[in-house]
């Protein structure tokens, strides 16, 4: 039973434009979402987060928002750069456990 | 500051033996979660440890294992090999468990060790 759902495997962007990454959850419990973004041969890095009392947060060219009743998070970066070009996970964290729930990731191809 | 390290990178092993993975957090961190990562499951939570303690367990079989020494250091277990245990194994550290203090303490991984079950 996947908890948190990322619909989309890939998603191909040309540079300067908004890339934007969707994530889909079923559990109303979920008390954080974050976004992770993971190189090829390297862990995934933390990017963004937002507390289920937000609906919003941005940080630089990335901003995550937050639509508890759709249960649909998504992340844009504005401008897409050719370095952003990676597997971008979402994740979800239930409320009051120490365990992250993770989507299945979205491959972002930033091309010139 | 060194950051989350994993011991092997890569590994090779065959059905029917046992793997043990190792982990050294960023220091001072105290809290210590590991997840698989296959192509089609994505990530998936197996455990956390924190004060040599197990914390919370995912949905694995007993075959996965772990502990957590006095150093925060952790290693992980794997028994009796399956095919389906191919994975990329990742650790994460953070300075508290992701529950506490009202909010979320940040996790920093490690580049994973890729093993391959034959």
């Known amino acids: 039973d996947q908890q948190v759902k990322q619909n989309s495997p890939s998603l191909s962007v040309q540079e300067g434009r908004i890339s934007i990454l969707n994530c889909d959850y079923t559990?109303?419990?979920?008390?954080?979402f974050l976004w992770y973004k993971k190189y090829p041969a390297e862990g995934p890095t933390f990017l963004i987060s937002?507390?289920?009392?937000?609906d919003k947060n941005e940080d630089g060219r990335f901003t995550v928002f937050l639509n508890k009743s759709a249960k649909h998070l998504s992340l844009h970066i504005v401008p897409s750069q050719p370095g952003d070009s990676a597997v971008y996970f979402c994740a979800a964290s239930p409320i009051n456990t120490d365990k992250l729930i993770f989507g299945t990731g979205t491959r972002l191809q930033v091309f010139p | 500051k060194a950051g989350v390290t994993q011991t092997p990178r890569y590994l090779i092993k065959t059905r029917g033996q046992q793997v043990t993975l190792s982990c050294s957090p960023i220091?001072?961190?105290?809290?210590v979660s590991w997840y698989q990562q296959t192509p089609g499951q994505g990530l998936q939570f197996l455990f956390e440890?924190?004060?040599?303690?197990?914390?919370n367990k995912g949905n694995f079989p007993g075959r996965f294992s772990g502990r957590q020494f006095s150093n925060s250091r952790s290693e992980m277990n794997v028994s009796t090999l399956e095919l389906g245990d191919s994975a990329l194994y990742l650790c994460a550290s953070s300075l508290e468990p992701l529950g506490t203090s009202g909010g979320y303490n940040e996790q920093f991984f490690g580049p994973g060790t890729r093993l391959t079950v034959l």
């Open positions: 937002i507390s289920s009392i937000k």
């Open positions: 440890y924190f004060s040599e303690t197990q914390r």
């Open positions: 559990n109303s419990m979920f008390d954080y």
């Open positions: 220091s001072g961190h105290r809290s």
